[in-house]
């Protein structure tokens, strides 16, 4: 189910950051209330592959992303303690020890559940013994959520487990909204920041796809 254009839900989740203080985060009160978007990136398991490269790269990031006033935000279906543990485990031994950003603990499921990412089929429930039976890991796929000021979601995707994410395309993309929200163009394929926008008008592409074939 497509989310794009909706609220993001209104839920508090456990989350922990680097100083093993657990707490709830509320994802979008974090956007209507501080003004801020939100980048929300979804990781199947702590102590894994793919994983903590992810974690590492936008940590990398995280500067750039709060120049643009965006807030980052990991996830997992992993408790607060294995968050805690993960992040005390040095860089090169596979942890992610020196992400300064909040990672949820969603280890109910509650969250991950109503955005439809879990990796889970043939649900069976038992009429007899009221147990309800699932195949797959019940993890997260790796999913992103763009959410703008309001709260709204203005980006998803959703990459199988093996595949990593492209740090550099959500600037790009936060960047493309944000010049949506402050100059009232589109931005056509392959936009970056200092490129030609268009007015989403017939004369505004035919001047752009004039120029651009130039």
Known sequence: MALVGKKFPNLSVNAMDEMGDTFKINVLEEAQKNNKKVLLFWYPKDFTFV?????????????????RNVKVIGASCDTAE???????????????????YPILADSNRNLSSQLGILDISNEQYDEETGAVTVEGDNVTYRATYLID?????FHESVNHMPLGRNVKEFMRLIDAYSHVQ??????????????EAMHANREGVASYLSTSAN
Do not use: R, S, Y
Not at 51 to 67: D, M, R, S, Y
Not at 149 to 153: A, N, S
Not at 184 to 194: D, I, K, L, S, T
């Open 51 to 67: 994983c903590p490269t992810e974690l590492h790269a936008f940590q990398e990031a995280l500067g750039e992303f709060e120049k």
């Open 82 to 100: 294995v968050h805690f543990a993960w992040l005390n485990t040095a860089k090169d031994n596979g942890g992610i020890e020196g992400v300064t």
């Open 149 to 153: 000021e309001e709260g709204t979601i």
């Open 182 to 195: 402050e100059k009232g163009e589109v931005c056509p394929a392959n936009w970056e920041e200092g490129k």
